[in-house]
């Protein structure tokens, strides 16, 4: 197993000094990837998930032993943990057959995490994998076969109260599928349920809002509805957001239209790459890397109502804020939005001294759910010489927020690094790590930690849900929407002080699940709805 760890040096005062104070401030590089050693380039959508153990979880697509990439967990201090895929050949060989994991990982009811790899002993069809929270080796749940089954999945997918699996897969760029794993959970393995044809490839993790439902967006193309009443794909259009049932009917869809719109005052915008969100107003919220009013046509934000209506965009990114948004957006305790553009951004901020060859590349922002007060957090940027500096360049993924109120994330390239090389006997000599592998950072926007209800938002009374969060170990209570839980043994079950399970009480009411603990209260970031009958099947958890 490769737990090698390369200590940065101290960096620059020079770079340091052209940061914005804010950002300075606020800004941490936390470990800059040496791919040639323990993977590189976290591409889209690149998902760090927080686990049970409150730990985050991720993975690298490339890089390391046989360029197999490798899975990453973070303790939240000093540096990351990064196991190759393929083995190192110097330590225990954890060769796994598998290899090219863009996707990250999604935490599951079961308190596991669950990825997807394009590629299996070298068969390029891909499969979805699952690591268990106890540690150890990913291990294939279920291999795709291709065709009309899929390919090349992309993102992790999630898990719904039934405990099957449920996502999409890429088709690298063809018309993608998303689908149902119906897992065996005694095993961890799965079997192919339903497939659905999307209009192309998707590389946005689907989401289960309020109602029960899944939503997911496609990049390129267009679903229309046929007169039989059956929703069909087709390879032309600008792309959309969709809404799936767990039984795997589509129930609606929108077409994003870049050139005119329900919104009078601009198009759609198009090409949505990342997911959508629901926020604490309940509408669902998301990117769309291109399009817009402005001449960059560099993307927008929109909203849309749950049951489909509504679309607006709220906001036009222009160059100055970031533009080519590829990932997704989170929802901050201050109720702002939070995400990445992965191109252009403020002015170099050493563009000015020319012996420096510098190059800028997205930004981390924050916007009103109105769209307006958008405020560049962190510009990313390189030095190519003669340092190989930078915070970083192309962050692809949706930030994470973990529930201790921190903002984490991957730029795909570019970091932190001061010098690299091997000596005579090919041992890794450097500070730092190779410049151009891509930087994990965290950003402290002073917000506040908070609760997560794992996979869910929404349950009804007896329903056993999963919370994660911190400090459990101190807690004295538990309140739905202002009813307490009764605080007895197998209703509240404190698993570690960053995990616990529930079951809900009679009389629990739709509004915020309140944790309370002797340091004070901690709440979710919106109100869990309480439903009178479940629209998926609803088991516990343990």
């Avoid at 991720?58 to 990064?82: D, E, F, K, R, V």
């Avoid at 990049?219 to 229309?224: D, I, L, T, V």
């Avoid at 307006?372 to 003669?386: A, K, M, Q, R």
């Avoid at 329903?463 to 004295?476: K, P, S, V, Y």
């Amino acid at each position: 197993m490769n737990n090698r760890k390369l200590y940065r040096s101290l960096i620059p005062v020079l770079l340091l000094s052209a940061l914005p104070a804010l950002a300075r401030a606020q800004y941490n590089g936390i470990y800059t990837f040496n791919g040639n050693v323990e993977g590189d380039v976290p591409s889209q959508p690149a998902i760090l998930a927080q686990g049970t153990d409150g730990y985050l979880h991720g993975t690298l697509p490339q890089g390391g032993t046989g360029n197999a990439g490798s899975w990453l967990q973070y303790n939240m201090s000093g540096l990351p943990l990064l196991t190759n895929f393929g083995g190192d050949g110097v330590h225990v060989n954890t060769n796994t057959g598998l290899s090219d994991a863009e996707s990250g990982f999604m935490l599951g009811l079961d308190g596991n995490l669950y990825g997807a790899v394009s590629h299996v002993n070298g068969l390029d069809l891909g499969a979805v994998i699952r690591l268990v929270s106890t540690g150890g080796t990913p291990s294939i749940v279920y291999q795709f076969t291709g065709g009309t089954n899929g390919t090349f999945p992309k993102a992790p997918p999630i898990q719904g109260t039934d405990m099957n699996l449920y996502g999409v897969t890429s088709d690298y760029g063809n018309s993608g599928y998303v689908y149902q794993i119906v897992m065996n959970t005694t095993t961890g393995t799965g079997m192919l349920g339903w497939v659905h044809q999307l209009p192309s490839g998707s590389l946005a993790p689907l989401m289960v809002g309020s109602d029960g439902n899944f939503y997911g967006t496609y990049s390129n193309g267009s679903f229309s509805t046929n007169s039989s009443g059956v929703v069909v794909p087709s390879p032309n259009g600008y792309g959309g957001v969709f809404q799936i049932t767990p039984a795997g009917n589509i129930k609606w869809y929108y077409n994003l239209n870049p050139f005119s719109s329900n919104n009078s005052s601009s198009g759609d915008g198009s090409n949505p790459q990342g997911g959508v969100m629901q926020a604490a107003d309940g509408y669902l919220y998301g990117t769309a890397s291109g399009g817009g009013t402005n001449a960059t046509a560099g993307g927008v934000i929109f909203k849309i109502a749950i049951n489909g209506t509504g679309y607006t965009v709220i906001h036009n990114f222009q160059s100055a804020e970031g533009t080519a948004p590829h990932g997704g957006l989170v929802q901050g305790s201050d109720g702002y939005l939070y995400g990445l553009t992965t191109k252009q951004g403020p002015p170099n901020p050493l563009g000015s001294q020319t012996q420096y060859k510098t190059s800028s590349g997205g930004t981390l922002f924050k916007v009103s759910t109105a769209g307006t007060n958008l405020t560049v957090l962190v510009p990313f940027f390189g030095i190519s010489s003669p340092f190989n500096l930078g915070p970083g360049v192309d962050p692809e993924s949706t930030p994470t927020l973990h529930t201790n109120g921190t903002i984490y994330g991957l730029t795909r390239v570019g970091g932190f690094s001061t010098t690299y090389g091997y000596n005579s006997a090919g041992v890794y000599t450097g500070q730092g790590a190779y410049d151009d592998a891509g930087e994990f950072f965290s950003y402290n926007a002073g917000l506040s930690p908070f609760i997560s209800i794992i996979g869910r938002r929404s349950a009804k009374v007896g329903d056993q849900i999963g919370i994660i969060g911190q400090g459990f170990l101190n807690a004295t209570g538990i309140t739905f929407g202002g009813t307490a839980a009764p605080w007895v043994k197998f209703k509240v079950i404190i698993w570690s002080d960053n995990y616990m399970t529930v079951t809900v009480p009679a009389g629990a009411k739709t509004g915020p699940v309140v944790v309370q603990e002797t340091t004070g209260n901690l709440s979710t970031l919106y109100n869990f709805t309480i439903s009178t009958t479940c629209t998926i099947l609803c088991i516990p958890l343990h």
